[in-house]
């Protein structure tokens, strides 16, 4: 289980897991666990926010775990929620022995043994390993009320459970939270965190992190994939692909035995780097090309 030394030390750490990042995202993940404080990572979607803390969990010799966040989450779902059809078999056990004391059953029945532990009182319980990394990806599907109580929750890092008492984190967990900004976070929720907005990296370092992430790519096709992918982004599009629809790309091409793009292979395979129909159509025929012969262009210029 590593300890962090420095803003240094975090890239490299990083790194070394395949996350290549810049510094002045190494800073804020530095600050973040130098201070305690959680971290609230905004930004389009595939662009690396959920990745980081997966890493992180990595290099850290960490458990990580995973709140994924939806409409209409409650704290049933983020939490805890009793094992009713266990509490159900041990009730028709008890009326059948025709022994058991009600206020023993009760007892016995709101016990830690029919307790179901979800991500939240998951990452406050004592880990041999030291604390949990809390991920809590994609907080703009949520509402509000459960943000209310998510502030409550990360200000003191322990929740009550009526029927138990209060549980508090011995040491608290290592939370990142993701927003893909659908909607705006409360404020009073992001003063808890320390912010950073991921944005798209530029080419060096899209560059860097998809031989990272697809090494057997060459690197003459990584190159007009990467620079094809940041040509897209400026296209107007329903939706601009992320760096992990580039990664997908790439390996779809090697998979393909590709060694260059071409008009007829970009046609092939748009649906691993464009999700929607519309941006699909609008890149087939002549304006594939016109956008390839661009990117070479471009490339032969550096």
Not at 215 to 226: G, N
Request: charged letters at 30%; a negative charge.
């Amino acid at each position: 289980m590593q300890t962090i030394q420095s803003i240094d030390h975090v890239q490299t750490m990083l790194n070394e897991q395949g996350y290549v990042c810049g510094r002045d995202l190494a800073t804020v993940v530095f600050l973040s666990l130098r201070l305690g404080r959680p971290l609230f990572l905004e930004g389009e979607a595939g662009v690396g926010k959920t990745e980081i803390a997966k890493a992180l969990a990595v290099a850290l010799g960490r458990r990580l775990i995973r709140l994924q966040c939806y409409e209409g989450l409650d704290t049933s779902s983020a939490v805890y929620e009793w094992n009713f059809a266990a509490q159900m078999v041990a009730i028709r056990t008890a009326e059948a022995a025709g022994s058991a004391d009600r206020r023993d059953l009760q007892a016995e029945l709101f016990s830690e043994d029919f307790l179901i532990e979800r991500p939240l009182l998951e990452a406050m319980r004592p880990d041999e390993n030291g604390a949990p990394v809390l991920l809590i990806d994609e907080l703009d599907r949520t509402d509000e009320p459960f943000e209310a109580f998510l502030l409550e929750a990360l200000s003191d890092f322990q929740v009550t459970i009526p029927e138990l008492g209060t549980i508090k984190a011995p040491e608290p967990p290592i939370v990142v939270l993701t927003s893909n900004r659908t909607r705006e976070v409360h404020d009073a929720l992001k003063r808890r965190c320390l912010y950073h907005w991921v944005d798209y990296p530029d080419f060096e370092r899209e560059l860097a992190i998809l031989q990272a992430r697809a090494p057997d790519v060459s690197k003459e096709l990584s190159r007009e994939v990467v620079a094809f992918v940041q040509e897209l982004r400026t296209e107007d599009l329903f939706k601009r692909p992320g760096v992990a629809e580039a990664i997908d790309w790439a390996n779809c091409l090697l998979a393909l035995d590709v060694i260059n793009l071409s008009p007829e292979v970009i046609a092939d395979t748009l649906g691993a780097v464009l999700k929607y129909q519309d941006d699909i159509a609008r890149l087939q025929g002549s304006e594939a090309k016109r956008i390839l012969d661009r990117v070479r262009s471009g490339l032969e210029a550096t």
